[in-house]
């Protein structure tokens, strides 16, 4: 199973990207999506994650209102769409899968079972 992320780039403040992780490999079974980041000097954070239904979804508090986790499961492919974007936004996104379709949404509730590869995000001010 592998995760392959895409969309990072560089970007003015107040812009938006959309960040995209694709999903091959899986085949009958069920798993949550979530994005981490890590920005320099900093330790990995859980962003906002989605169950498998859709029904279930997390944000941080520092993206509320600003960004948008979306999931096709006929694609197997997560979405973050991140609008407003600001400086402290820059960092190295993650997509992760978890082992089961549910996650508690809180910040330590999202169990990593495979880690997709970072795409870069820079917000110039």
């Known amino acids: 199973v592998q995760l392959q992320a895409s969309g990072g780039g560089l970007v003015q403040a107040g812009g938006s990207l959309r960040l995209s992780c694709a999903a091959s490999g899986r085949t009958h079974s069920t798993y949550a999506l979530g994005w981490f980041r890590q920005a320099p000097g900093k330790e990995r954070e859980f962003v906002a994650g989605?169950?498998?239904?859709?029904?279930?979804?997390y944000y941080v508090d520092s993206v509320k209102g600003r960004f948008i986790i979306s999931r096709d499961n006929a694609k197997e492919t997560v979405y973050l769409q991140m609008n407003s974007l600001k400086p402290e936004d820059t960092a190295v996104y993650y997509c992760?899968?978890?082992?089961?379709?549910?996650?508690?949404?809180?910040?330590?509730?999202?169990?990593?079972?495979?880690w997709g590869q970072g795409t870069l995000v820079t917000v110039s001010s």
């Open positions: 989605i169950s498998w239904g859709g029904g279930t979804t």
């Open positions: 992760a899968s978890s082992s089961g379709g549910y996650f508690v949404p809180n910040p330590e509730g999202f169990a990593v079972a495979i």
